[in-house]
């Protein structure tokens, strides 16, 4: 008897033979203002992030010269030194205390909240 075997080894993953997303579209169509509000948030998020992008990838560069700094301090086998720990020579922080940096951080954020 020949049978025809679709999908994973023939075996039917859904047996009732129900929609799987039927809960969540039943859901948004009852609340659809929630529903709008939920992907408004989404997309706002979104776009924030994209318009950061640049500021993004720039912090993670930093922070991964930061890393690299402490790694070849560890390999050499020195104690992290405050050079290694504010990175290469053209780090915008070389010579700043923790305390000076994170002044400047929340002194930033504070600006562009205002903008």
Do not use: C
């Not at 720990?85 to 002194?107: V, Y």
Request: proline letters at 3%; zero cysteines.
């Amino acid at each position: 008897m020949a049978t025809n075997n679709r999908g994973r080894g023939g075996r039917n993953n859904n047996p009732a033979g129900r929609n799987q997303y039927s809960g969540v579209i039943g859901t948004a169509r009852a609340n659809p203002l929630s529903t709008a509000a939920a992907v408004g948030g989404v997309v706002a998020a979104g776009v924030f992030l994209w318009a950061r992008r640049n500021q993004i990838s720039d912090q993670i560069g930093n922070l991964s010269d930061q890393v690299s700094g402490w790694s070849e301090g560890l390999q050499s086998g020195d104690e992290p030194s405050e050079s290694a720990a504010g990175g290469n020579s053209s780090s915008p922080h070389e010579g700043r205390t923790q305390a000076e940096i994170a002044q400047e951080a929340l002194t930033l954020k504070e600006l562009n909240q205002r903008a």
